[in-house]
C-alpha cells in the first residue's frame, strides 16, 4: 500500500472505546500485553489514537515553546563556553520537536494543523515554560531540574507501547543526558560561587520549586482515563510515582550544595518510604495552562511571529507537483 | 501593545499582541515529508531513523544532516520521499510464515548425513580412518547460527 494512510475520517471523532470492535480490541490488547510494539499501520482503538496524539503533540509543543525561556539568556551568557553548550541545547530541544511532530502525525494529524492549534491555544504544552528566565540562574534550574523531571517521564514513555513514539524517545533521552549535565554543572558553579552567585541560584530555585513540583501533573486521584490509558501502555507511571523519584533522586542533591527548598513539609517518611511535601498551588497551574500565566501570550506570539515571517519562504519551495501523505513510521 | 520581554532578541521583533485567529493555510505549507536512512559506519546496513519535511531531495539531506547525524556517527545518508515507499501491511504479516514444513531448504534440514555414512562403515566394516574430525573443523560458523536461528523460528512456530 501506499504510505498514506488517510486522514482520521471525521465520524470516527469521538467514538468511544465500549463502541470498538470487541475482537479487533481484544487482539490489540493481547499484542500490547506480549509486549509488542503498535504501529502506525495497525488497527487501534480510537482512544488510544487520541489520547497519543494529544500526549506526543503536547510534548512536541513543550519541546519548540521550552527553547524560548532558556533562549532568553543566550545573547547574555556569562563565557563563551556557556554560550556554546546553551546554543547546542537549544538547538537540541528544537530538534526535539521535530522528532515528537513527526510522531505525532504518523497517526495522522498532519503537522500545518498542530502548529495551527498550538498557535490558537487550543492544544496545551508543559504548563513550566509560562514563566519567565529571570536571571541567568533560572536557566541553569531549568537545565538541571526540568529537563531531570522531564527524563524521568520520558525514560519511562519510551518503552510504551507506541512504536514511533518510543524510537523518537530513546533519541531524546540519548541527547537529554547532556542537558542534566550541563545544568548540574551550572548550578554547582554557582552554589560553589560568590555570596552573590549563590543567591543568584537560590532566588531562582524558590522561584522555580511550584513549577517544578506542578510538572508531573495533578495528583493521581483527580487524573481521569489513568487505568486504561496504563493497560494500553500510553502512561506508563502514574504523575504522583514521577514525582516521588523526581524528590528521591534530586532534594538530595540540591540539599547537598546547602542550598533550601521552600517548603517546610518536604522531608521523607522513613516508614512509607514516601516524601511527603505541600501540595502546590493547583488552581495556579489550572488558571496558567489555560492561558492565564506570566509568560503564555508572548510564547505563542514569539511562535506565530516565527510561522508568519517564514511563510513566504515555505510556500516559494512548494512544488505544486508534490503531495501529502502520512509518514510511514 | 507591544510585549516587554526579558529576552533582548524577542524586544527587537517589537511583537504586538493580536486576537486574530492563526491559519497557517492550506496542506503542504509544511511540505511533504522524506523517509531517512542513516549509516552508521562504512560496512553497516543502512538503517531507517525517521522523517524530515522538506521541498526537495537536496533540501531533505541537508535537514537528514541536522536531524539525524548531529551526534551519532554518520557516514552516510539517504532520503526517499514518503510516497514513493511501497509497503506491506502489518496484517498481512502472516504471509512471511512458511506454509509447510520448508526444511529441504535449510541447512538444518540435513542432519542425517553423518549418521548414515558412519552406518556403512559399519554394515561395510570399513577401517580407513574416520573424516569427523576434520569435517567438524571445515564447517562453517556462519551457517552454524543460521541453523539455531531457523531452527526457532520454525521449530516454535504456532
Same mark, same amino acid.
Given at each position: 500500500m501506499y504510505g498514506s494512510l488517510s486522514?482520521?475520517?471525521?465520524?470516527?471523532? =469521538?467514538?468511544k472505546v465500549h463502541e470498538e470492535d470487541p475482537q479487533k480490541l481484544a487482539e490489540f490488547e493481547a499484542r500490547i500485553e506480549r509486549g509488542e510494539k503498535i504501529e502506525p499501520q495497525d488497527w487501534m482503538p480510537f482512544e488510544y489514537r487520541r489520547q497519543l496524539i494529544r500526549m506526543i503533540e503536547q510534548h512536541a509543543h513543550s519541546e519548540i515553546i521550552g527553547a524560548l525561556p532558556e533562549g532568553t539568556w543566550i545573547t547574555r551568557a556569562p563565557g563563551f563556553k556557556r554560550k556554546l553548550a546553551l546554543m547546542a541545547k537549544v538547538q537540541d530541544e528544537v530538534g526535539h520537536a521535530q522528532l515528537l511532530y513527526s510522531a505525532a502525525e504518523t497517526l495522522g494529524k498532519p503537522r500545518e494543523q498542530m502548529i495551527n492549534d498550538l498557535i490558537n491555544g487550543k492544544s496545551k504544552y508543559?504548563?513550566?515554560?509560562?514563566?519567565?528566565?529571570?536571571?541567568w540562574a533560572d536557566t541553569a534550574v531549568i537545565a538541571w531540574l526540568i529537563d531531570a523531571g522531564a527524563i524521568i517521564n520520558q525514560v519511562a514513555n519510551a518503552? =510504551?507501547?507506541y512504536g514511533p513514539y518510543g524510537r523518537a524517545l530513546d533519541r531524546i533521552c540519548a541527547e537529554e543526558s547532556f542537558h542534566l549535565r550541563y545544568g548540574y554543572d551550572t548550578c554547582v558553579h554557582l552554589a560553589t560561587g560568590t555570596p552573590k552567585q549563590r543567591q543568584m541560584l537560590q532566588e531562582a530555585l524558590n522561584r522555580w520549586w511550584t513549577p517544578i513540583m506542578h510538572f508531573h501533573g495533578p495528583p493521581d486521584k483527580t487524573s481521569v482515563h489513568t487505568e486504561t490509558l496504563m493497560k494500553w501502555q500510553?502512561?506508563?507511571?502514574s504523575n504522583d510515582a514521577m514525582r516521588q523519584q523526581f524528590l528521591d533522586m534530586y532534594v538530595p542533591k540540591i540539599w547537598e550544595l546547602g542550598l533550601t527548598i521552600p517548603d517546610p513539609n518536604l522531608r521523607k517518611n522513613t516508614e512509607t518510604g514516601l516524601w511527603e511535601y505541600t501540595e502546590p498551588d493547583w488552581d495556579e497551574f489550572m488558571r496558567v495552562i489555560n492561558?492565564?500565566?506570566?509568560c503564555n501570550a508572548e510564547r505563542l506570539a514569539v511562535r506565530r511571529y516565527a510561522e508568519e515571517k517564514g511563510r513566504w519562504v515555505r510556500q516559494a519551495l512548494i512544488r505544486p507537483t508534490e503531495r501529502y501523505v502520512t509518514p510511514l513510521a | 501593545m507591544q510585549f516587554e520581554s526579558l529576552d533582548p532578541r524577542v524586544n527587537r521583533l517589537r511583537l504586538v499582541r493580536t486576537n486574530e485567529a492563526f491559519d497557517v493555510g492550506h496542506e503542504m505549507d509544511q511540505w511533504q515529508t522524506w523517509e531517512v536512512f542513516h549509516q552508521q559506519a562504512r560496512g553497516d546496513q543502512h538503517r531507517h531513523v525517521g522523517i524530515v519535511h522538506a521541498p526537495t531531495a537536496e533540501m531533505a539531506l541537508l535537514f537528514a544532516k541536522e536531524q539525524y547525524a548531529r551526534r551519532m556517527k554518520c557516514v552516510n545518508l539517504w532520503v526517499v520521499r514518503t510516497a514513493d515507499v511501497y509497503a506491506s501491511e502489518y496484517e498481512d504479516a502472516d504471509m512471511f510464515e512458511p506454509a509447510f514444513d520448508k526444511s529441504y531448504r535449510e541447512s538444518f534440514g540435513y542432519t542425517q548425513t553423518r549418521a548414515r555414512i558412519d552406518e556403512y562403515r559399519k554394515a561395510q566394516g570399513l577401517t580407513t580412518p574416520a573424516a569427523a574430525e576434520t569435517e567438524k573443523q571445515a564447517e562453517p560458523v556462519a551457517a552454524k547460527t543460521t541453523v539455531k536461528k531457523a531452527g526457532i523460528v520454525i521449530g516454535k512456530k504456532k
Open positions: 486522514i482520521i475520517e471525521v465520524d470516527n471523532w =469521538g467514538r508543559s504548563n513550566v515554560f509560562n514563566y519567565p528566565a529571570v536571571t518503552k =510504551g507501547s500510553v502512561k506508563m507511571a492561558g492565564d500565566g506570566p | -
